[in-house]
Structure formats: C-alpha cells, structure tokens
C-alpha cells in the first residue's frame, strides 16, 4: 500500500519521533555530506544539531525532505507486514497495553498509521505522540530513580566526581574550540608565505621594461621596499613557528586531557559511600606552604588552585612571559616554598629565568614535563610526599 500523506503533510512532532527512532547518527550524518549541512557547534550535541535540522527540512516539500522519506519508507517496507493497519484504534490499544505482541518497531507503527491507515489524520498522530510522550517521562523517572534515592536527603557520592567530568569535558571543548582556530590562522599564514616566495618583480628591480636602467632615486625605493618585504616575511615565518608549537602544545594538552577524562571514567562505580576518606599522603606537608606555578594552561588555573588549596597550601601564578624583564617572576617567586615550571608551554629563556632566579633566592623548582592536572600532581608528590617541609 503507497502512503497517502508525505512526510511535509505530517505534524512535526510525529517527524520528531519517526526521525529520532529510525535514523541513527550515521544516516544523518550521510545527510548532511549529501545536502551540505553542518553539526559543528561545539556548544551542540552534533547528532542533535542534524536531528533537529532534518526535521526543520522535512516541514515543506524540498530534497531533504524527499530524500528522507525515501530513507525512511525503504526501512519501513521490512517491518510493514507486522504493522496492523485494519484497526488504528485497537492498534494503538495494544501498542499502549501490550507492546510485546507487535513484533514491529515503535518508528514503524507510527509512521504507517499516520501515513497509511484508514483513519490517517491528527488524532492517530496525537494519540500515539502522546503515548511515546509519557513513556519518555516515565523512563526519565525511572532512570533518575535510580541515581538518587527518594527516601534519604543525603547528596549522592558520585556528584562530585560527574561534576568534576563535565567541566573537564568542558575545558576540553574550549581546548579544541581554540586548536581549530589556530589551524586556520595557521593555514592561512603559511599561505601567504608560500604566495610570497614566488613573487618575481616584473620589470626588473633597478631596470625599466625597455632595458634601461632606473635612476638611482628609484633603486633606493626599490631597494627599500625589498627590504620591508624580507622583513615581513622573515617576521611572518616567526609567528607561523610560533603559532605551530602552540598549536602542537595544545593538541599534547588535549591528549592529556582525554587520557584523564577516560582514567575518571574508568574508575570503578562501586565504591561504598560510608567508607572513611583517605587523606593525602602529603596535605600535611603542604599546608601553608606557597606553591608558584609558572606557565600553565590558563583554562586549568581554577583546577590547578582548587588543587592546591583543598591541601591547605596557597597557590600563585605567573604566565610566563618575560618580555618585559624578569622583575615581575621575580616578585611572583620570592617567598615561594616550591616553583613548579612545566617544560612544553614554557619558552627556554622563560624556564632558563625561573632557574636563576630560584638558585639566587633558595627556592626550591621542579620543571616537570606535562602541565595537565595530572602533571601538577605528580610534582607535588614528588616534592612532597614522604619528607617534612622545613
């Protein structure tokens, strides 16, 4: 049996449904190579951009629109003999009270009675949303029952960790926000220089086109201008190496940040809220102490304090940046008890400095490779763990 209504004929929600249940992440992003359309939010949920994008196309007749029913009713030929069409309403009683006799899949059934039964209007459309409507809410429910009980007021113990996930989940798409746009610029500033190179004059610099020689006015133009454009050239390629080594520092932070991000959410669930914490091995060493972290990543300094402070010590940072003398580091280290320097975002001379400056005043400096969370950690343990702070 053909459809007789086409899927811009159907209410939106009953597209919503038939969309969300029968295309899966793939399909849609099939889509959008096929029809040029872009998931690429970062504040987005990318399947849900396409969804939600589809079914705005799918309200009037256009090519997405076809496209997509073709999609969907080549999939709903499969099950459209187990589907009973005869009897919407005793179809839509059984689907509500015993969903197990019907061997075919909830997407089916709503998209053949809203396009293919006898009484193909809004009120099967409306009966069977409002069906999947209330079995999402009770599933919800359900779901959320069973993370946090109605009978105690006491917060669930794994919060903290899920909060601590989701803004490392959120630190890490402002990283990868950031790494995106240092690729373009990147991209763009390595083809200008590549544009550059291959720049001839024409007519010769000091000669004019019919041989004869400019006079001696215009070859110190020329000669001048020459020299401006060596100059930016040679000041371009110092940022596009600048520019690189970010962009390579950035990506080594994201890493670092998934690896932690996957360690977190690896960690065993079963943990019993009543077992006593464990106190750190080196809090009591820590407290009071000032710790200087030099460098860093800016979007982690918030983390990296809440480290230290939660260990009672004080934390202070300097951005590592030299350019207007050492002064400025120097007044940030004095009266420091310990100097952590991580190695792959700060310049040489910005490590060099810190090293002088800690050797000429006793303040104990440890430079350790990463400057991830994980990193900091580690040289805290390193530094402190095991022996007393005088």
């Known amino acids: 049996m053909k459809p007789s209504k086409r899927i811009w004929e159907l209410r939106s929600s009953t597209v919503c449904k038939v969309v969300g249940m029968a295309l899966v992440m793939k399909d849609l992003q099939k889509l959008a190579r096929k029809f040029g359309m872009s998931g690429n939010d970062p504040l987005m949920d990318e399947e849900f951009v396409l969804h939600s994008t589809v079914v705005q196309m799918c309200s009037r007749d256009n090519p997405v629109a076809r496209h997509t029913e073709k999609l969907i009713e080549k999939r709903f030929l499969i099950h459209g003999k187990d589907v009973p069409l005869d009897d919407p309403v005793r179809t839509i009683r059984v689907v509500c009270e015993s969903p197990h006799d019907i ?27 409002g069906f999947i409507h209330m079995m999402e809410h009770r599933l919800l429910r359900d779901h959320w029952r069973t993370l946090f009980s109605e009978d105690e007021a006491v917060e669930c113990p794994y919060m903290e960790k899920d909060r601590e996930i989701l803004s490392l989940k959120r630190d890490l798409l402002d990283m990868q926000w950031a790494n995106k746009r240092l690729e373009k610029l990147s991209e763009s500033l390595r083809d200008r220089i590549e544009s550059s190179q291959f720049i001839e004059p024409s007519p010769p610099a000091f000669f004019d086109s019919d041989g004869s020689a400019f006079p001696p006015s215009c070859r110190c133009e020329h000669s001048r201008k020459i020299r401006n454009l060596k ?44 077992a006593p914490q464990v106190t750190c091995p080196y809090a009591v060493q820590l407290a009071g102490k ?77 430079f350790p490779r990463s400057a991830s969370i994980t990193g900091l950690r580690q040289a805290l343990q390193e530094h402190y763990s095991g022996r007393q702070v005088a």
């Open 103 to 129: 061997k075919a899949p909830l997407w089916a059934i709503l998209w053949g009675l809203s396009t293919r039964g006898r009484l193909a209007d809004e009120r099967i459309e409306t009966a069977l949303f």
């Open 231 to 274: 100059d930016l050239l040679d000041r371009a390629k110092c940022c596009n190496y600048e520019l690189e080594t970010e962009n390579a520092q950035l990506r080594n932070e994201i890493e670092g940040l998934l690896e932690e991000l996957r360690s977190k959410e690896e960690k065993p669930a079963d943990v019993q809220p009543s």
């Open 290 to 366: 000032r710790v200087t972290l030099v460098g860093g990543i800016e979007s982690l300094e918030c983390h990296y304090r809440r480290i230290i402070e939660s260990l009672g010590g004080r934390f202070l940072r300097h951005d590592g940046v030299c350019n207007g003398g050492e002064q400025a580091l120097e007044d940030c280290i004095l009266g420091s008890d310990l100097v952590v320097c991580p190695v792959e975002v700060n310049s040489h001379n910005a490590a060099k400095s810190v090293k002088k400056i800690c050797k000429a005043r006793g303040v104990r400096c440890c």
